[in-house]
């Protein structure tokens, strides 16, 4: 090594040349090792750590001007911030109050069809984090990770519908994945009718796609598409988007349907991580009629798993 | 030549975190895709001005922060990174005598070159980023070439 650290010009170049190809191939092998098998994880889990003061360090300036803000409101934008949330409250209570009966019908008439997949069993709320991740990818980072449980894989739902799924998890934190990132599909059914089928995020936040619908399909626009729950990652029937437009050309097989999210993808501060319920303990709790079964909210949980 | 070692490694470091987190400040998204790569190009600057305080092994280390604060698969970042670098180290005695002008030029082509290592290890590893944008960030990174060498420079010949 000593003989790389010489002066000499030449010497500096084979030096350069041969730390450059040892470095190049170090990192082939680490994207090869990372790609095919799993054994970086906890590698990456401890680089996340290193990695958390920054992104701390970046997004505390946004989260104090936030809470600046916040602090010096005014009395009267208070009030009618409150008339507004008790409005809301009101209609939710409203929607709510045949939620649970409807819930325990559901489980039952699952529990005859054998089917319990896609129930929910426990939520846990996360904050996003004012940290910009990639530009070309649909993802957001989120301050739960690894010790709240939180699972590759895992659904996550915001106040207005599916928010995205969980790609990746740190010790402290995880990246959530968008439902409209250009990769990602989740399996939907038009509440409507029925109707299955799969919807696949464009790249852009306020658009996602049908592609594999027949021209003749019933779907028209204002339609709600719920999730289906087939394919077990997320749970059946909360709400994936609408139907904006649908675009019917005699000459093509395929309809072209685009969807407008009901996640506010772009705005979402506060995102809850799903746990379904597996399905031997959602029958066996199913099998008394009329077994209460709200799904339980744990606000800010410590290290659950489920 | 160990002193000289010593004194740079500190803004070295210090300005790589400053571009780091630079790296991942918010933008609104319209803006999103015009940001160059700052740690690149500090990456780079450092790599021409004295490549022996560790230039290759800066260019290995921000790649690899830079793999874990994209998320994307470990060593990408790293492996172009570290090819640009060892390029522009290269490259140093002619760069230092070019031209402002040819300068940006040159940081425009080893700009691209990162992208297009990033560009084929994307596609290689199964999730390739087709948009346009990925090409624009080069040129917006060749443009601030001169006032990020304005600016190291002061910081460290003071």
Known sequence: ?306 | MMRDNRIRRLPMALSSLVALTLAILPLPSGLEALRPDFLVLVVFYWSIESPRAGGLTLAFMAGLALDVIHGVVLGQHALALTLMAGWATHLRLRLRVFSILSQCLTIFALLTGYQFVLFWVDGATGNPVTTFGRWLAPVIGALLWPVLVGILSRLHER
Request: hydrophobic residues 45%.
């Open chain 1, 1 to 306: 090594m000593v003989a790389f650290r010489t002066t000499d010009a030449s010497g500096r170049m084979t030096g350069l040349l041969l730390r450059c190809v040892l470095y190049s191939l170090f990192a082939l092998a680490l994207i090869i090792v990372d790609k095919r098998y799993d054994h970086l994880g906890k590698i990456r889990r401890v680089l996340s750590i290193v990695a958390y003061p920054v992104q701390v360090a970046v997004a505390s300036p946004f989260e104090g001007w936030d809470w600046f803000r916040e602090s010096v409101t005014t009395r009267d934008a208070l009030r009618a911030d409150k008339t507004k949330l008790e409005a809301e409250l009101r209609l939710a209570q409203f929607r709510l109050q045949r939620y649970e009966a409807l819930e325990a019908e559901s489980e039952r008439l699952r529990a005859l069809r054998d089917n319990t997949a896609g129930v929910t069993d426990r939520f846990i709320i996360g904050n996003v984090m004012d940290v910009d991740l990639d530009a070309f990818r649909e993802r957001v980072l989120v301050d739960r990770g690894a010790q709240d449980g939180v699972f590759v894989g895992q659904a996550v739902l915001d106040a207005g519908g599916v928010f995205g799924q969980v790609a990746r998890v740190g010790q402290l934190t995880a990246e959530v994945i968008l439902v409209s990132d250009a990769t990602h599909a989740i399996p939907v059914q038009v509440n409507r009718n029925g109707l299955r089928t799969i919807a696949v995020g464009t790249g852009d936040m306020g658009r996602l796609k049908l592609p594999y619908l027949p021209t003749s399909a019933d779907v028209i626009a204002g339609d709600l598409l719920v999730t289906s729950g087939l394919g077990g990652g997320f749970p059946a029937g909360y709400p994936v988007g609408s139907v904006a437009e649908v675009k019917r050309d005699p000459a093509q097989s395929l309809a072209d349907v685009d969807v407008k999210p009901a996640a506010a993808l772009d705005r979402s501060r506060e995102l809850l991580f799903v746990w379904l319920k597996p399905q031997a303990a959602a029958r066996a709790a199913s099998a008394p009629p009329g077994t209460p079964t709200t799904p339980q909210i744990t606000p800010s949980a410590g290290p659950h798993n489920p």
